[in-house]
Nanobody
Framework: QVQLVESGGGLVQTGGSLRLSCAAS????????MGWFRQPPGKEREIVAV????????YYADSVKGRFTISRDNAKNTVYLQLNSLKPEDTAVYYC?????????????????WGQGTQVTVSS
């Protein structure tokens, strides 16, 4: 079991930046592949980024590639998502999630543990 708590969301103007954090507690954080998902208003939850247990391998959805960066600090049991060059279409609730599957995990169903989410709103 792992418990996840996101923070860092907020209201930002187009072109601005935010840094989301996800603090984990419970069993060995470094044994989990971590992901960030988002759910825009009225839409399905979608994958944003995934990072391997070691932090060496990452995956990004095409919509955020080059603007968002996922990273992790296993000593602090924390995964981060740096959001740059934000657009109104990035407005969503952002969730972190953990899985014991490999970095190829993409689907919501492949992730076993979830945080409560943090709201990101980008104004035009």
């Amino acid at each position: 079991q792992v418990q996840l708590v996101e923070s860092g969301g907020g209201l930002v103007q187009t072109g601005g930046s935010l840094r989301l954090s996800c603090a984990a507690s419970g069993r060995a954080f470094s044994s989990y592949t971590m992901g960030w998902f988002r759910q825009p208003p009225g839409k399905e939850r979608e994958i944003v980024a995934v990072i391997s247990r070691s932090g060496i391998s990452t995956y990004y959805a095409d919509s955020v590639k080059g603007r968002f960066t996922i990273s992790r600090d296993n000593a602090k049991n924390t995964v981060y998502l740096q959001l740059n060059s934000l657009k109104p279409e990035d407005t969503a609730v952002y969730y972190c999630a953990a899985t014991q599957r490999g970095v190829g995990a993409r689907a919501r169903e492949e992730f076993d543990f979830w945080g409560q989410g943090t709201q990101v709103t980008v104004s035009s």
